[in-house]
């Protein structure tokens, strides 16, 4: 499917979702409703991996976690070429 430049432009203004997933736990609801303010539960990746973006649930890189400001962020160190994200937003659009 070829993707115009005006499809392009109207692709680029559309607002996306972006989650960065730090990592996982399988725990069961009882363990899950004793968590109180202070347990720790501990996740299936290592210290300093960094985590998986994701955009609309999709994955398309990862990066570093880091704090600017007393807020999180991450840098992104791998991600999809932008040729590949414009073509999956544009079919997901078309959908």
């Known amino acids: 499917m ?3 430049e005006r499809d392009y ?4 203004d559309t607002e996306i979702i972006v989650d960065v997933m730090l990592g996982s736990a399988n725990i069961t609801i009882k363990e899950f409703l ?3 303010s202070g347990d720790i539960l501990s996740l ?5 991996s960094g ?3 994701y955009v609309n649930k999709r994955i398309i890189g ?3 976690i880091i ?5 999180l962020a991450v840098r992104v160190q791998e991600a999809m070429d932008s040729d590949n994200v414009v073509r ?3 079919e997901e659009n078309m959908s």
């Open 51 to 53: 985590g998986d973006i």
């Open 34 to 36: 004793e968590l109180s």
């Open 9 to 12: 432009d109207l692709l680029v």
């Open 88 to 90: 999956y937003f544009f």
């Open 44 to 48: 299936d990746k290592s210290a300093g």
């Open 62 to 64: 990862t990066g570093d």
């Open 67 to 71: 704090v600017i400001d007393e807020k």
């Open 2 to 4: 070829e993707i115009t």
